[in-house]
DNA sequence: ACTGGCACTCGCAGGGTTCGAGTGCTAATC
DNA sequence: GATTAGCACTCGAACCCTGCGAGTGCCAGT
């Protein structure tokens, strides 16, 4: 059966391209590889590759490289790899002594992008419901406030209100204190309730409802999802895989978060551990030659945010899955316990 | 007096340069330009500005480019320049319509890299010294704590505690009590020794000494001062001014806060209003062949924060430090009335 | 002090040639 | 029938050579 020889022959291409960045031929693949057959025999399974789809040559005198559908037949059937005992650790001594969840966040990124020598990706986690510990209103300039909201589970969320008009001092403390009375101990579905009430108090000052808003909003999830990233200067490495006015059209990707929330949101969803895109898969124009590796992480249960490595095509599947697997395992662990 | 005839040439070199970057000749000088003077006249102009060091050829068929101290003498006697008006409308539309002190520098960077066509970098802002206006402190897990810290000039600060050990909830709360009695009201001077008497209280527990610590470092000036950036796909742009592999350190160094906020701050306090440091004079191997145009911003009387744009030393200068000087001035504004 | 003229230099673009990796095909072999 | 050896063929990369022209430095003249 030449079925199985044909995919060994696949992988086989995508090993060697993938580490010499050179389009491989029949002759070294023979000689390098273990496949105990000529490279004669290996051409005519290259000629049906090439008739499926899954590889092409770049010029007539020049091997063979993988194309997207090489890749992704290739990332289909190869088995989940484990990740070397050296990174293990340092992902443990990296994560362990992180502050607060910024730190966290910021920690991962970096240790991400230097496991996989890609640019790593990871979305700002999602924290579960929580109740309302403690509103607090500090008045900025004459008309505007700071609303501060801190949950229970230890975040704390913020933004800034316009009165529309210039209350007194006292009126000012009074509201704070009232507020903190109809918030504090709710989970955002009875907060809202409450507030409500709150606001339609008889005699209750008109800028209440513009501070019940922002306090709902803060108790909700707070801001927007965001996304920070590191290892850019990975691309530029890269550089033999992107002509040279591609990397452009990449970090303006990067930096318009949009495009990378919800092509990250795409990709939650589908089951395994770990998704992977590949080239025009990402359905982007400027990431038409790059490969996303992305897990969810979050509390047991529930992995409510991604974390990825992006890079150009020609990657390291096996590796970069591993890592990025991995640090999601962990980051769950500390979201877990933060 | 050929002095200032020679000066007027180097100007028309750097400028000449700047915008086709192509070295120049001293006959497309002649013509182009309106100096009344002959291409052999130039030639001799361009020798001595060579000999000074301030030109320099590619080799030896070629025209003249500057020298990084040719665009130090550039800049150091070019007049300031007037924003263009359409940009002045972008900055007020722009910024005005920010929510928060994130959003603000988050829209400031973007503004900036898009005014420059350069990485844009701010500062976070550092507030002036405040008292503090309440201590939250909120358990997480068992045996540490959420510190928050908000500020009677809306500024919030957090971060966590290790406690050694295992407290009660009620010990907690009357500590938490105690602490906000011993601190709400007091700028950082008084705020230490407060803390300080609070913490040697006859039957203090044991975890106050390292609460009191975390007060005071989020009261002081609170977390690291951190630096954003944008536009690096301008760096990508402009690849014929770099070699094609200068362009990772050169993202390296922007990922590494450390260089950058070292870079930023020996360029405070030179007096001008605009700062520019030219090629080597960055002091950074990764960015010996970049310049940075910085200017200093915050409220009134004090600019405690930079913000800049950085680009390949052949850039606009008088545009760039016209842009970053309108941004500085309208981010100034925008920070005093937060 | 400036200018016109002139000989000189040297990088760059274009064209031609060689070299060799890699292929597809066909006929022989297991 | 699958595999292999052999062979003619293709075509890009590298190299060399050459002519062109931009730009220069210098010198004599104004």
Redesign the pocket.
């Known amino acids: 059966m ?1 079925e199985d ?1 044909r995919r060994a022959v696949l992988h086989a291409i995508v090993e060697g391209y993938v580490s010499t960045s ?7 693949l023979a000689s390098s590889r273990h496949l ?6 290996i ?2 399974d ?2 049906i590759l ?1 008739e499926e789809g899954l590889i092409a ?1 770049p ?6 490289i993988p194309t997207d559908a090489g890749y992704r037949s290739f990332v289909d059937h190869v088995a989940a790899q484990a990740l070397q005992d050296p990174h293990k650790r340092a992902i443990r001594t990296f994560l362990s002594d992180a502050v607060d969840l910024n730190d966290v966040v910021e920690r991962s990124v970096r240790l991400l992008s230097q496991l996989t020598r890609q640019v790593a990706v990871v979305q700002y986690p999602s924290l579960r419901e929580s109740a309302v510990r403690r509103v607090e209103l500090v008045r900025i300039g004459t008309d505007r406030a700071l609303v501060v909201v801190v949950s229970a589970d230890a975040r704390v969320e913020q933004s800034t209100v316009a009165l529309g008009m210039e209350p007194s001092d006292d009126e000012f403390e009074t509201v704070a204190r009232d507020l903190n009375e109809a918030a504090v101990g709710h989970t955002p579905a009875p907060l809202i309730e409450s507030l409500a009430r709150w606001v339609s108090r008889p005699g209750q000052v008109v800028w209440a409802a513009g501070v019940a808003d922002a306090v709902v909003a803060a108790a909700k999830g707070g801001t927007v999802r965001r996304v920070v990233f590191a290892g850019t200067s990975n691309l530029a490495r890269a550089s033999t895989d992107f002509e040279s006015d591609a990397i452009g059209p990449i970090l303006d990707a990067l930096e318009e978060q949009v495009v990378l929330l919800r092509l990250l949101h795409e990709m939650t969803g589908t089951g395994q551990d770990v998704a992977v895109r590949i080239g025009a898969e990402t359905n982007t124009e400027a990431l038409a030659r790059t490969s996303i590796v992305a897990a969810g992480y979050g509390p047991t249960g529930e992995s409510s945010s991604l974390l990825g490595a992006l890079g150009p095509t020609r990657m390291d599947y096996p590796g970069t899955m591993a890592a990025v697997r991995a640090v999601a395992r962990y980051l769950s662990r500390v979201v877990e316990n933060e």
């Open positions: 030449s020889r050179e389009p491989v031929g029949s002759k070294a105990g057959v000529s490279p004669a025999t051409r005519n290259m000629a090439e040559q010029h007539t005198s020049a091997g063979r």
